[in-house]
């Protein structure tokens, strides 16, 4: 595919990069079908990996640079997919895996330096990059022509309406569901885990006091609380902008979840909440120090390895319900950018064709985790969710995934991932402000409209360099 967008596109300010950088700086890693037209993999193997002749010859190099996965195999599965395509294609591919918090880091450093990486993956919005990558619309229209049209989630969590620019192509998503250990919730009345916020509180706060076992809900700089906040949030019905992308975050159903939440922590967690990072739940519920988490599952994956006991107590619920909604975050959200700098353009987009074509395969060797923007193309998802071949007890622990996409929603939620949005989310606004609560450094009130503040100045910025709409 040949690059039809020039690259009048501009580095703006410096901002981008301190806000990567202090944006990455607060973060951690956590630990950790066939194409069209041939045959359906079988319901529990792995799937038949398919090819496409590139639309014309390529050369030269393809630097990627992507995450650690959560799930190694992944990675391992990854390196060797994508060697082995350029050797078919002609192209030297180079992988580059980094710890998810150290990418925004790097992506700040290569666009001032002009000069990186050709393709680069992260696990959410990277919106507030679009006037430092290339308009990726030829790619998603290619995709969409070969295989239908891309999920909303994805879509919104890649695109800008105000631009009508596609700063990343997002070809997947992973859910975001409560991790819960049975034998601790069925003695406190709630044997298949909460459903509601109500619930948790009740359930959580039990087993605090009469396990001292804590619930496991961060309220910090990182990843994970600013999903699992906002889905707090969006369950009373409050939000950071609406539909047309005007701020509504100062409401009185904010303060009422920030209410909650502060609640919520005096009753049943301890301070340890607020330095998290991204690895912090995992490693808690791994150990058994934790009663609840919300994450993929990726901790449950890892307990299957390193405490099988554990793992075949924990459990999952979906989003949990609050008076105006039961919504969640996704949990991770594929975001592929290209740089103004790249030089492997051509390359880069067929490859990232091939690998959707290939995302059974991605789902497969992730063990569940990574889930396609294009159902279609891992056919066998519900049947391998419907009897897990990677060891589940019991082996349809997975079977509610099938339903996961009903109460995902992308950041942004009701609107776009917007490039005030995207800065927001990585200047940590939100955690800070239910923090502020919890901590008793200001008032549920307070903590809210200094957030608006925060937040109202971040959108007048992007908005005056038109790249906001409302």
Not at 318 to 328: D, S, T, V
Not at 354 to 380: E, G, I, M, Q, R
Request: with cysteine; aromatic share 10%; proline share 6%.
């Amino acid at each position: 595919m040949s690059d039809k967008f020039t690259r009048r596109d501009v580095f703006r300010t410096a901002g981008l990069a301190a806000l990567a950088v202090s944006s990455a700086a607060a973060c951690a890693s956590e630990e950790g079908g066939a194409g069209p037209g041939g045959a359906a993999p079988p319901a529990t193997g792995a799937p038949t990996e398919t090819f496409q002749d590139p639309a014309s010859k390529l050369s030269g190099d393809l630097k990627i640079l992507l995450w650690s996965h959560f799930v190694p195999s992944h990675d391992t599965w990854f390196d060797k997919f994508a060697k082995d395509w350029g050797a078919r294609v002609g192209v030297n591919v180079v992988v580059d895996h980094v710890d998810q918090a150290q990418i925004p880091t790097r992506i700040a450093a290569e666009i001032q330096a002009g000069q990186g990486h050709d393709v680069i993956q992260y696990i959410a919005t990277l919106s507030q990059y679009e006037p430092s990558v290339l308009n990726v619309k030829d790619l998603v229209d290619e995709a969409s022509k070969r295989w239908g049209q891309q999920l909303e989630l994805c879509r919104k969590s890649s695109f800008n309406p105000a631009t009508g620019k596609f700063y990343s192509y997002s070809p997947g998503w992973v859910p975001d569901p409560g991790n819960y250990r049975k034998s601790l919730w069925e003695p406190v009345g709630f044997p298949n885990g909460p459903t509601t916020w109500d619930d948790l509180l009740k359930g959580a706060t039990e087993i605090k006091k009469s396990k001292n076992v804590q619930l496991g809900l961060g309220m910090s700089q990182e990843i994970d609380s600013n999903m699992i906040l906002r889905a707090l949030m969006w369950s009373y019905g409050a939000s950071e902008q609406d539909e047309h992308e005007k701020v509504v975050l100062n409401s009185p159903e904010t303060v009422a979840a920030v209410e909650y939440m502060t609640k919520l922590y005096k009753d049943s967690m301890t301070p340890e909440v607020f330095s998290w990072n991204a690895a912090s739940n995992n490693q808690g519920l791994v150990a058994g120090k934790l009663s609840y988490i919300v994450n993929s599952i990726s901790a449950w994956r890892t307990a299957q390895g390193q405490n099988p006991t554990v793992a075949d107590d924990v459990f999952f619920v979906p989003a949990l319900k609050g008076p105006k909604a039961a919504l969640a975050a996704q949990h991770v959200l594929y975001n592929w950018i290209i740089p103004n700098h790249a030089k492997g353009v051509d390359a880069a987009k067929e490859f990232l064709l091939h690998y959707t074509a290939n995302f059974a395969s991605a789902t497969y060797n992730s063990k569940l985790y990574d889930f396609c923007a294009w159902d279609k193309l891992t056919p066998s998802r519900n049947a391998w969710l419907a009897s897990d071949p990677f060891g589940s007890k019991p082996a349809d622990k997975l079977k509610f995934l099938q339903d996961a996409l009903p109460w995902s929603t992308n950041i942004g939620h009701p609107g776009p991932a917007s490039t005030a949005i995207g800065e927001v989310f990585n200047t940590f606004v939100i955690p800070n402000m239910f923090a502020r609560a919890a901590r008793g450094e200001a008032s549920p009130q307070q903590a809210v409209a200094d957030a608006e503040k925060q937040v109202k100045a971040v959108f007048d910025k992007w908005r005056a360099a038109g790249l906001v709409g409302g």
